[in-house]
């Protein structure tokens, strides 16, 4: 027999563990911790001329493989859709001219650093976290390696190093945060930037911009601004001439895809009342079905079927 | 005392409560005391179905021996676009569902307290136990860095808005829980006769303390074990579900749904019974044993109300959603998911209202068999044919190596799962004359 001393006794270990883990989940459940003065990038899209010197200069600051500067010249791959990956965190792609009146669009594909990320979310143990200055950053001692980040990620952006046998990582765009926020600098693809497409600052700021040039050329400029409001936001803005998902970025609500996992996990295993209530109702059944079926009567009250 | 206790209720001393209280007997006059196979079984260890399936097993672990050396990339088609394949898809997802078996019977057999079932728990648990741990194997070799699984546990990483978080969690507590339900009947068997050879003749006694005293121990305390087995398992079955709740924009909307989770632990339901009640089947005819249609046909009853409840989870959403518009363009994921439904709901749910069916094996066996693979091919849909990455250039199809490791895992779990009910008390002895 379960006595009634020892049901609470269970209770209130489960109770006390529970409490404890409770404080953990309401700890990291926080609310913004984002700094108002944290950093972003603006990619005015319509300045860009496909250069490439961005892919470079990324590869390099990263120690990723690349060529010579000269040896991204050639832009004839820019005739097909590319996509950043293990070994280039950053790739420019050309969209067409609507008609022959206007120009082609190049844009910038990186790590789009959300505001609210869904691969920070997702990261079993936090090796990938929102720096509250802007980047979203990667621990590789952290990293297990089960990239749900990946499975998370709504642009589509970390990679992953399949073929490294025993240190592989998650590769994507980290703002340059060793550059930006240890050193003052300006990230390496903003820095080698020609035609000042790309413009560092803080991300409040970077807004105000983005307006003002779209209220100064309403002609030239879409209206709305890509990072301002997508998926709760991002530390890169892009500005380009036409609406984003016609240019490769897809369809996405303004709210972060974490907001709703969040809200049932949390919902769920708030204080953990819910396992703690299930734990007591089956504490009860399972007292009262004992005592219901005393020693010698079976449960062949239970209805048919019982002639085996 | 404590010998014909344990094996009595499922080795988890059911209501023994504090002390080594007598327990009811009268399960014994339905079925035998749990003993082991060796030297009773109708057929020999080896048979030429085990050796194929050994010589599957043997196949998989040298790709796993190739994914360790080589890495990832060299056994596995995953992509950029396609983060998780048939290692999470099939050997995780699926294999956690596939273990529900563990605590569905332990909630019929111990917590409702229907005697006639206990026989069905120690088959019940050992598919859960070995289930878990090549969930827990199927996750680690998918790891790009397996070695650092151990971050999960240490409270300074821990992320409590991961939902892979709460899954890892959970299923790490529940393996723990499942080896300590196991516990007695390790003891069971060796209790009183641990008897070493030579040199290690010493370790005799220290063992027998051991066992003695981690039999007493669980004995007090199996009902707290028992309880939190089903919690913890109503826990993660549905934060698996949790987990593609994240990719709204690459979870095709026919299983993309806020209630997901809801529907993986009504599922999960569903499917542990049938689960047990197939495996049983399945064991009986390998074994050459008599179907054990008087406990898995009432069981069985069940299984229609649950996946009628899940059913309705599954509609009610989708109704609310607007989603059956998906359903009318002929189409893989259209395709995938009238499957999931028809066989695995429909017909199931069909035959097994029948009365008469329901105690035929035949009829049994093809609807638990179907009941299992519409879940299965319910967890496939959710993380492979539902995942439609926005920037698709190259469809996932499996490597012949993922395949391989894949059934190699299934098949040594099979080999496994017939030494332990040949070595140790899992299945009932039978009342003679009774071999088919």
């Known amino acids: ?202 991300r409040e700021q970077l807004l105000e911009l983005a307006h003002e040039r779209i209220n100064q050329r309403p002609d030239r400029y879409h209206p709305e601004v890509m990072g301002e409001h997508t998926v709760g936001g991002t530390s890169w803005l892009l500005l380009g001439d036409r609406p984003a998902t016609e240019y490769g970025i897809p369809e996405l609500p303004n709210q972060s895809p974490a907001v709703l996992t969040e809200t049932i996990q949390h919902g769920v295993f708030r204080g953990f009342t819910g396992p703690l209530m299930i734990f007591g109702l089956l504490s009860v059944l399972m007292k009262s079905s004992t005592d219901k079926r005393k020693p010698g009567e079976g449960d062949d009250q239970d209805g048919e079927d019982h002639h085996g | 005392m404590a010998s014909p206790d344990n094996a009595q209720g499922s080795g988890t001393l059911a209501m023994a409560g504090a002390g080594p209280a007598p327990k009811p007997k009268h399960a014994a006059a339905h079925h035998e005391r749990p003993a082991p196979l060796f030297g009773r079984a109708a057929v020999p260890f080896f048979t030429p179905g085990v050796i194929v399936i050994a010589a599957l097993a043997a196949a998989g672990l040298i790709v796993l021996g190739v994914r360790l050396v080589f890495g990832l990339g060299a056994v596995t088609h995953l992509n950029n676009q396609y983060p998780w394949g048939i290692w999470i898809g099939i050997d995780v997802a699926t294999g956690v569902a596939l273990a529900a078996g563990g605590f569905t019977t332990a909630f019929v057999a111990h917590i409702l307290n229907h005697e006639r079932y206990h026989v069905l728990v120690r088959p019940a ?5 070995l289930g878990y741990t090549f969930v827990a194997l199927g996750v680690c070799v998918d790891l790009g860095r397996y070695y650092n699984i151990w971050h999960v546990l240490m409270p300074q990483m821990w992320q409590g808005n991961s939902a892979l978080f709460e899954v890892g969690m959970c299923v790490c507590c529940y393996l723990t829980v499942l080896y300590l339900e196991f516990m007695p009947i390790v003891c069971e068997r060796f209790r009183g006769h641990v008897n070493l050879p030579g040199l290690l003749a010493g370790l005799n006694k220290p063992l027998e303390t051991l066992l003695r005293l981690l039999d007493n121990t669980l004995g007090a305390t199996m009902n707290f074990f028992i309880i939190m087995g089903v919690v913890l398992s109503c826990a993660h079955q549905s934060s698996l579900g949790t987990l593609m709740v994240i990719a709204p924009s690459k979870l095709h909307p026919l299983w993309h749904t806020a209630i997901l989770p809801l529907q993986f632990l009504l599922s999960a339901f569903a499917v542990g019974l049938s689960m047990v009640v197939f495996e049983s089947l399945l064991a009986s005819r390998s074994l050459k044993r008599a179907p054990e249609m008087s406990v898995l046909s009432p069981l069985a009853r069940m ?39 028809i066989v695995g709901i429909f017909i199931p749910v069909a035959i097994l209202l029948s009365h008469r069916l329901r105690r035929k094996a035949a009829w049994l066996f093809s609807a638990a068999a179907m009941v299992v693979f519409g879940v299965a091919l319910n967890r496939f849909n959710v993380f492979i044919i539902g995942y439609t990455p926005p920037y698709g250039t190259k469809a996932y199809i499996p490597a012949w190596t993922e395949v391989l490791l894949t059934a190699g895992f299934i098949a040594l779990l099979v080999l496994i799962y017939r030494l332990f009910i040949f070595l140790f008390p899992i299945l009932p002895e039978e009342e003679g004359a009774k071999h088919v």
């Open chain 2, 125 to 129: 648990l050992l598919t859960a136990m």
């Open chain 1, 1 to 202: 027999m379960v006595t009634r001393r020892e049901f609470l006794k269970y209770t209130g270990v489960a109770a006390g563990t529970a409490a404890l883990a409770a404080t953990g989940a309401e700890a990291s459940a926080g609310k913004t911790h984002l700094d108002p003065e944290r950093i972003g990038v603006l990619a005015d899209l319509t300045l860009c001329i496909g250069c490439r010197r961005c892919e470079w200069g990324c590869a390099e600051q990263n120690k990723l493989p690349h060529g010579t500067l000269q040896s991204y010249d050639d832009l004839t791959v820019l005739k097909e859709e590319r996509r950043p990956d293990e070994t280039r965190l950053t790739v420019i792609n050309r969209y067409p001219a609507p008609t022959w009146r206007e120009q082609p669009l190049d844009v910038k594909v990186q790590c789009l650093h959300c505001e609210k990320p869904a691969c920070v979310s997702a990261c079993i143990v936090g090796a990938l976290e929102k720096n509250p200055k802007g980047p979203v950053t990667y621990d590789a001692w952290k990293c297990i390696g089960c990239r749900y980040c990946m499975v998370a990620c709504p642009f589509q952006i970390p990679a992953y190093e399949y073929d490294n046998a025993l240190t592989p990582k998650v590769m994507k765009c980290t703002l340059c945060s060793e550059r930006t926020l240890k050193d003052g600098k300006q990230p390496a693809c903003v820095e080698i930037c020609p035609r000042e497409a790309l413009v560092y600052g803080k």
């Open chain 2, 303 to 341: 299984i229609p109300f649950l996946l009628t409840v899940y059913f309705a989870a599954k509609v009610i959403d989708m109704a609310n959603r607007g989603t059956w518009k998906y359903l009318e363009t002929f189409s893989l994921r259209s395709v995938s998911w009238s499957v999931e439904v």
